[in-house]
């Protein structure tokens, strides 16, 4: 059997980054953005983990700091949503036009 | 470089949070949404166990899958989404966003592959990293080198209660 190499690992992360790209880009309803850019940061959390692997540590303690981002991101982004969802009534992204002229 | 790692469950686990990443973007209920994201961060808290990271797996478990997702699916539950469901869940932008960001996905691989840097990375001998102090190691470098970072990282967490209490008041 061949070795598993960090290569691997680089390629799982970048097929999630795909993955949350593509919900961030195509989805309507907000929660789903959401969860696409949770997707995006846990292949950014991938990523530094496996190069963690082959030099040190700083890579898990950058993916710690990046969980509390991903905390903090989630927190306030639900709280905008329940904001807007009390002012109009709907969860889609592309009714999100407050600001436009 | 020796990796304890099994082929098997790398593909296993791989597998399982590719399935759980297309079915959160693809399923049309937010509630199915968040348990296929639940699989896929449990499936890489596994991946960070078999990459000598226990601390940062344990941290995923219960900070990911155990507090982000129990706020997504409170506020999924104060939110109506029935009107949502009935609705068409892409917008107009897909037909040029898939094949964008296909291309950039495999833009991202050819340049792992190609690049010069990593096989040499690859070369250098692993830093032996152990298991069983792992979360002291992580601990030394966190309270360190990252001291400053980790104030200002609970600055941010602060600012961030503050403004998700403000943002879901009554009246802003």
């Known amino acids: 059997m061949f070795q598993i190499s960090i290569l691997h690992y680089l390629v799982l992360a970048s097929a999630l980054f795909v993955l949350g790209t593509i919900g961030v880009l195509t989805r309507r309803n907000v929660v789903i953005v959401l969860m696409s850019i949770e997707l995006i940061l846990n292949a950014v959390n991938l990523n530094l983990v496996a ?6 540590l700083n890579g898990q303690v950058f993916t710690i700091f990046v969980i509390t981002d991903a905390a903090a991101e989630a927190a306030v982004g639900l709280g905008i949503l329940i904001a807007f969802f009390r002012n109009k009534e709907t969860v889609n992204v592309d009714e999100v036009d407050l600001l436009k002229w | 470089m020796q990796l304890v790692a099994t082929p098997f469950f790398f593909y296993l686990l791989s597998g ?15 509630v199915h949404s968040a348990l296929a994201l639940i699989l896929t961060l449990l499936a890489l808290a ?19 899958a155990g507090g982000i997702m129990v706020l997504f699916l409170f506020v999924i539950m104060l939110v109506s989404i029935e009107k ?31 690049s010069k840097i990593l096989p040499v990375l690859l070369k250098k001998p692993a830093p032996v990293l152990l298991e069983s102090n792992n979360t002291q190691q992580v601990g030394l470098v966190l309270f360190g080198n990252y001291v400053l970072a980790f104030e200002i990282a609970s600055l941010l967490l602060l600012v961030a209660i503050v403004g998700a209490v403000v943002m879901a008041k009554k009246r802003i």
Do not use: C, H
């Open chain 1, 51 to 56: 190069f963690s692997r082959i030099w040190d």
């Open chain 2, 16 to 30: 399982l949070s590719l399935l759980g990443g297309v079915l959160v973007i693809t399923r049309r209920n937010p």
């Open chain 2, 84 to 114: 949502a469901e009935k609705e068409r869940q892409f917008n107009k932008l897909w037909l040029v966003g898939i094949p964008a960001t296909f291309a950039f996905g495999t833009v991202i691989v050819y340049i792992f592959t190609r």
């Open chain 2, 46 to 64: 596994g991946i960070y166990l078999m990459l000598y990271a226990p601390f940062v797996a344990g941290v995923q478990i219960i900070l990911y």
